[in-house]
């Protein structure tokens, strides 16, 4: 099993730019799957981007901004940079862990407790 924190949310000008962090523990980091999500208040679980073990990356279209997702499996932790943010991006962002690349959350086992972003005009 693994465990995840995020980290590095907080409020940010339109235009503007954050890097997100999940830090994960547990020995098996390695083989999952992660991806990034976001969730605005009263709206479902939106898929933002998945890496697979080997730093492939997939991003999907309904994302807001400019997204890059990383991640540094000797330091167990996965990145989503974000640029270009607009008012739409206002969410709580959570990362994820799973078996295989999927847009659907119910694929993913593992999840972070999520971090806020907001973005202000």
């Known amino acids: 099993q693994v465990q995840l924190v995020e980290s590095g949310g907080g409020l940010v000008q339109v235009g503007g730019s954050l890097r997100l962090s999940c830090a994960a523990s547990g020995r098996t980091f390695r083989t999952y799957t992660m991806g990034w999500f976001r969730q605005a208040p009263g709206k479902e679980r939106q898929i933002i981007a998945v890496?697979?073990?080997?730093?492939?990356?997939t991003y999907y279209p309904d994302s807001q901004g400019r997204f890059t997702i990383s991640r540094d499996n000797a330091k167990n932790a996965v990145y989503l940079q974000m640029n270009s943010l607009n008012p739409e991006a206002t969410a709580v962002y959570y990362c994820?862990?799973?078996?295989?690349?999927?847009?659907?959350?119910?694929?993913?086992?593992?999840w972070g407790q999520g971090t806020q972003v907001t973005v202000s005009s």
């Open positions: 890496i697979n073990w080997s730093g492939d990356s």
């Open positions: 994820a862990a799973g078996s295989r690349s999927s847009p659907l959350p119910t694929d993913y086992d593992y």
